[in-house]
């Protein structure tokens, strides 16, 4: 489904990568529980500029990292790259505001969370 009736992968599915990229970052390095935990992050905002095509199946590098990290709010830069080429295909960025799953209110970046995202951060 990655690929569109051009050939290449189609805009919408940069965001399910870019998605991909953070919570399989936060979900390894962090312990996010996706599934139990008391605290969810949801994108309250996203952007990607498209700079070459992609096509599956190639291989896709991606980088991440931290340009603003608040009190309930994370900012992230995601770059996506061709196997083996230096200049990105597509880059944006993915706010997450971190809730409390049960109310549904923004609270505080839990600190296994924290922790995992301060190596990333470029605004500090």
Do not use: W
């Not at 390894?28 to 498209?50: A, M, N, P, T």
Request: net charge negative.
């Amino acid at each position: 489904m990655d690929n569109d009736v051009y050939g290449h992968v189609n805009n919408v599915v940069y965001y399910s990568y870019f998605d991909t990229v953070i919570n399989a970052y936060l979900i390894r390095i962090g312990g996010l529980d996706i599934h139990d935990g008391r605290v969810v992050g949801f994108c309250v905002e996203s952007q990607c500029k498209f700079h070459a095509p992609l096509a599956f199946p190639e291989t896709i590098e991606a980088c991440l990292r931290v340009a603003h990290l608040g009190n309930s709010s994370a900012r992230y830069e995601i770059a996506l790259f061709r196997n083996g080429i230096e200049t990105p295909a597509a880059t944006g960025y993915f706010v997450h505001v971190f809730v409390d799953r049960s109310h549904g209110k923004p609270t505080a970046i839990p600190s296994n969370i924290r922790a995992c995202l301060e190596p990333l951060r470029i605004d500090s």
